[in-house]
Nanobody
Framework: VQLVESGGGLVQPGGSLRLSCVAS????????MNWYRQAPGKKRELVAT????????NYADSVKARFAISRDNAKNTVYLQMNSLKPEDTAVYYC??????????WGQGTQVTVSS
């Protein structure tokens, strides 16, 4: 199983970024996918979740109405569109999935920095 994130970078407050996570090694279309983030000195937190066929999404209160998670099962890719970015969104963003109770997988992370 491999999860590879991309799309992070430096953006000014109010700007936008789109993160991508390409998955391989499992039947992508059958599993829930998640985006987490971890800011310096803070616990890793769940940002957004999308069901296997994309019919249902959930968001942390801190990002609702600003972030949108989506997936393209034909491309084995999950996205996180981030709009109206704030300095407090600065973190390393991780793609995640759990195939079984004891089989959880993470990408290497992509840094998002929101600063003027």
């Amino acid at each position: 199983v491999q999860l590879v994130e991309s799309g992070g970078g430096l953006v000014q407050p109010g700007g936008s970024l789109r993160l991508s996570c390409v998955a391989s090694g499992f039947t992508f279309s059958s599993y829930v996918m998640n985006w987490y983030r971890q800011a310096p000195g803070k616990k890793r937190e769940l940002v957004a979740t999308i069901t296997s066929v994309g019919g249902s999404t959930n968001y942390a209160d801190s990002v609702k109405a600003r972030f949108a998670i989506s997936r393209d099962n034909a491309k084995n890719t999950v996205y996180l569109q981030m709009n109206s970015l704030k300095p407090e969104d600065t973190a390393v963003y991780y793609c995640n999935t759990r195939l079984r109770t004891t089989a959880e997988y993470w990408g290497q992370g992509t840094q998002v920095t929101v600063s003027s």
